[in-house]
T-cell receptor, first 112, second 113 residues
Framework: SQQGEEDPQALSIQEGENATMNCSYK?????LQWYRQNSGRGLVHLILIRSNEREKHSGRLRVTLDTSKKSSSLLITASRAADTASYFC????????????FGKGMKLTVNP | DAGVIQSPRHEVTEMGQEVTLRCKPI?????LFWYRQTMMRGLELLIY????????DSGMPEDRFSAKMPNASFSTLKIQPSEPRDSAVYFCASSFRGGVGYTFGSGTRLTVV
């Protein structure tokens, strides 16, 4: 496992706007995962994209993966106040263990 | 399934006391992880088990911390003796290798005074 590095570290937008969060990593991966954490709660798994996939959708979420650039992005469309949370990306490395090491995350604030 | 269940939700204890945190993973998951989260250090992996066997405990801060998984449906994290710097939210998570991500519990907020 390796930490992803989320960028930006904080983002503030208005309700209805789209939010894009980026993630970079360093080594070859099996998959990349995005998690959300609402204040005071546990992390919630949002989406997993495998190394042979380039794009994946789940509801208002769209994740892309560019293994040549070692980067991923998470797009939340038509954001809502309830999307206010911290978002983490984390990777499962090739040949590595299944443990996930989380970085600092990215704080998204959606203003009503 | 009720998800990953942690108890207690909140624990306040005095320095020097023993603290035991409990976790029930999702049935069928074969890996279990203990994390600690603080503002200063973020989310730290303490230890993880696979098929009830500890695989990596390199994140356990010191000998005061110990974890057990006597069977597939139960794990404990014990701190003895506790210190104020152990104050944090402790999360348990479980997963199935080859599955889709971890499932986290709601956490135990520990305050050591």
């Amino acid at each position: 496992s390796q930490q992803g590095e989320e960028d930006p570290q904080a983002l503030s937008i208005q309700e209805g706007e789209n939010a894009t969060m980026n993630c970079s990593y360093k080594t070859s991966i099996n998959n990349l995962q995005w998690y959300r954490q609402n204040s005071g709660r546990g992390l919630v798994h949002l989406i997993l994209i495998r190394s042979n996939e380039r794009e994946k959708h789940s509801g208002r979420l769209r994740v892309t993966l560019d293994t040549s650039k070692k980067s991923s992005s998470l797009l939340i469309t038509a954001s809502r106040a309830a999307d206010t949370a911290s978002y983490f990306c984390v990777t499962e490395t090739q040949g590595g263990s299944e443990k996930l090491v989380f970085g600092k995350g990215m704080k998204l604030t959606v203003n009503p | 399934d009720a998800g990953v269940i942690q108890s207690p939700r909140h624990e306040v204890t005095e320095m020097g006391q023993e603290v035991t945190l409990r976790c029930k993973p999702i049935s069928g998951h074969n890996s279990l992880f203990w994390y600690r989260q603080t503002m200063m250090r973020g989310l730290e992996l303490l230890i993880y088990f696979n098929n009830n066997v500890p695989i990596d405990d390199s994140g356990m801060p010191e000998d005061r911390f110990s974890a057990k998984m006597p069977n597939a449906s139960f794990s404990t994290l014990k701190i003895q003796p506790s210190e104020p710097r152990d104050s944090a939210v402790y999360f348990c998570a479980s997963s199935f290798r080859g599955g889709v991500g971890y499932t986290f519990g709601s956490g135990t907020r520990l305050t050591v005074v």
